[in-house]
């Protein structure tokens, strides 16, 4: 279990966490920034004010490689739903190899929307197992967060206050800190939206992050974002087709290297409304 640990505390002393972070989907190439305007199943996961259309399921499922190491890989599934001023989502995400280090990870959220607001309530369940199977360490936590949102012709913005009852993985265990996140999103005249996100945790310094979601040819689209702590580059591709989508992300750290993501997505055609 040597060389795992090593690469996780690397890992840890590097990149600074950000409470139940999904950190899957599109959001990698757009360095935590998200749409607001039009979000993905994972976009829903990390910021659930923001509404998907109204009578239709999003779903997406994807693979991630976390820094080129085959012992940081990540696997998630989530999906969003929402039923005239009430939506919903679910995901579930699960990191690091079993046997040495693994992290699973459920959220969920309920969403009331009223005209240009939306309140909402979610929570999340980590599970971390350290260890093989015969001196296998488990331990769990329940993080919950609240979140509201305002759109206004080309403008979003939402907010959520994430861990707000700070979770401990053990009693003897630091309590995961809150943390406090602001999205944003200006739709230009043009096929394209600005992007941007600032993160607050204590003991950590700010982390901001801008990008821009670009849309070519029909429903596909480029996207790129970069944020500061740690310093970060991403960007990626969309390519739909009819109710299907496949998107790949990338993002760089200057340390540790690239992490690939790759995702299916699917759209549901109109249901129950």
């Not at 940081?72 to 079993?98: E, I, N």
């Not at 040819?217 to 496949?246: C, H, Q, R």
Request: charged residues 20%.
């Amino acid at each position: 279990m040597r060389y795992p640990a090593i690469i996780l505390l690397i890992i840890l002393a590097a990149v600074p966490v950000y409470g139940y972070d999904f950190e899957a989907g599109r959001i990698s190439g757009m360095a935590g920034s998200i749409m607001l305007s039009n979000p993905s199943a994972t976009d829903l996961i990390s910021c659930p004010v923001i509404l998907p259309e109204a009578g239709r399921i999003v779903f997406e499922t994807g693979y991630q490689r976390k820094f080129e190491l085959s012992d940081l890989d990540r696997v998630y599934a989530a999906a969003g739903y929402r039923y005239r001023g009430l939506s919903t989502s679910l995901g579930f995400s699960q990191f690091g190899r079993s046997g040495y280090y693994t992290e699973q990870l459920i959220k969920s959220s309920l969403v009331f929307n009223y005209r240009w607001f939306s309140l909402g309530v979610g929570g999340g369940v980590k599970l971390v197992e350290i260890g093989e199977v015969e001196r296998k360490y488990s331990l769990s936590a329940v993080g919950i967060d609240l979140a509201a949102g305002f759109k206004y012709k080309v403008f979003h913005a939402a907010a959520i206050a994430e861990n707000i009852n700070r979770p401990r993985l053990d009693e003897n265990a630091p309590a995961d800190q809150p943390v406090y996140s602001i999205y944003g999103e200006i739709e230009g005249s043009a096929d394209f939206s600005v992007v941007g996100k600032v993160a607050f945790e204590k003991y950590e310094k700010p982390r901001l992050s801008i990008g821009q979601y670009i849309r070519i040819m029909n429903d596909n689209a480029l996207f790129w974002g970069v944020s500061n702590n740690p310093l970060t580059y991403g960007g990626g591709v969309e390519i739909k087709y009819s109710m299907f989508g496949l998107m790949y992300a990338v993002s760089y750290h200057p340390v540790l290297g690239f992490t690939h993501n790759i995702s299916l997505n699917f759209l549901s055609g109109e249901i129950l409304k």
